[in-house]
């Protein structure tokens, strides 16, 4: 294998990034990570909203904000002013991603749609992020990750039985959209080499990237009639996939859904029994036993810690993990092993963030620095990338542009 370089896959492209909060912002976060320049544009004074999400360092900014923001170049620009707009569009013809996702219709309000540099800047791959695309009926609707995780399938699935959906503690339908749309950028670059330099529109819609997580939900009810209910912590059709109570209160997610598996599962909790009963000899079978296969499984888990549980069965090469807080993840040996954790400098001293997957062992990505304070930048960017002058630099400062 090749040795591991400084180089890393993405260096070379310029990443404009216009988003707020986090399905934009996690798409350029990424391509920063693997080696994009990155330069973000916020608003002056106020800046990203993600500056004062959740818990605040000593300084009054968001942890989430060091993280989300690493390695970008931190610019102001009032975009609400032409001048201001003007500047944007000058970043824009010397990169070569732009990244959006504003409501559909506003960066051709501010004269900044990609029809202008379908004629300007051929070669710029135009990224959108929205709740329910550029284009059909629903494409002006606000669109936040938690109306799209609904609308998109997922929601509707997840829970228990007769009781009210639950939505998972994260914001899963941005950062889903936000990884759809590095797919479709890194796509984009591709194709713009083999296709004499042009770019193309990424169209990504958060409820679309919900909905591709889907699985067999479409065409099990095109072709069965059969619609996905929710059913707590087990997977439909798959039987044993469950978590279980050990007994020191702590919980273990066992996947004993292969045949063989299963068979070790069962002699594993001193159910030979049902090892060998040929009723449970296939998935089909377990699925239509599948309460006497949990409560089994759940009494003998209840006789044992969660420690020694886990001990027996991976002996046994049967599938099985706890249910980790990050205290644990930050505490675990194998997070630590595979770098799962970085260290960065931040005004407050340093900060622990988690690394992005996924590795690359000749090129990997990394985090130069966390994310920066407000306008941080601006001189770098406006004087080193545009090339203004000192005084027109100075002037755009006092009149608020920047």
């Not at 959209?177 to 296709?195: E, S, T």
Request: hydrophobic residues 40%; aromatic residues 8%; contains cysteine.
């Amino acid at each position: 294998m090749p040795s591991p370089t400084d180089a890393r896959p993405l260096e070379g492209i310029r990443v404009l990034e216009l988003g707020q909060l986090i399905a934009g912002p996690f798409a350029g976060c990424v391509l920063g990570y693997f080696g994009a320049e990155v330069i973000k544009v916020e608003p002056p004074g106020s800046g990203d909203a993600l500056r004062n999400w959740r818990v605040l360092d000593e300084d009054g900014t968001s942890y989430w904000w060091r993280s989300m923001s690493r390695n970008k170049r931190c610019v102001t620009v009032n975009m609400r002013e032409q001048r201001g707009r003007d500047l944007v569009h000058r970043l824009a013809l010397k990169s070569d991603v732009l990244i959006e996702n504003f409501r559909p219709g506003t960066m051709e309000k501010w004269g900044l749609g990609p029809e202008r540099y379908a004629a300007e800047h051929r070669a710029l791959v135009y990224a959108r992020i929205s709740g329910y695309g550029q284009s059909g009926p629903y494409s002006q609707r606000p669109g936040f990750a938690s109306a799209c995780e609904a609308f998109g399938g997922f929601r509707y699935i997840n829970g228990y039985p007769g009781e009210t959906p639950v939505r998972p503690n994260l914001s899963m339908g941005d950062t889903l959209a936000a990884m759809n749309a590095v797919i479709g950028i890194l796509l984009a670059l591709l194709a713009r080499g083999r296709l004499g330099g042009l770019g193309q529109v990424v169209d990504v819609a958060i409820y679309e990237a919900v909905y591709n997580m889907l699985e067999s939900v479409v065409p099990e009810y095109d072709g069965a009639g059969v619609v996905r209910e929710p059913s707590g912590s087990t997977l439909t059709g798959i039987v044993p996939t469950n978590t279980y109570r050990c007994a020191d209160g702590r919980f273990v997610v066992i996947g004993g859904n292969g045949d063989s598996i299963f068979k070790r599962l069962m002699r594993e909790a001193g159910r030979e029994d049902l090892a060998e009963d040929p009723r449970l000899a296939n998935n089909a079978g377990r699925v239509a036993h599948q309460r006497e296969v949990d409560d089994a499984i759940a009494a003998w888990t209840a006789t044992l810690d969660a420690d020694r549980v886990f001990a027996r069965l991976e002996q046994a090469a049967v599938p099985a993990g706890p249910l980790y807080s990050v205290r644990e993840m930050v505490e675990d040996p194998h997070f630590k092993a595979r770098g799962m954790f970085e260290t960065v400098n931040v005004r407050a001293g340093t900060l622990r963030v988690p690394a992005i997957t996924p590795r690359l062992d000749t090129t990997p990505g990394r985090t130069d620095f966390g994310g920066s304070e407000l306008g941080a930048h601006n001189h770098e960017v406006f004087r080193g990338v545009l090339g203004l002058a000192q005084e027109e630099f100075d002037q755009l400062v006092a009149t608020g542009v920047i």
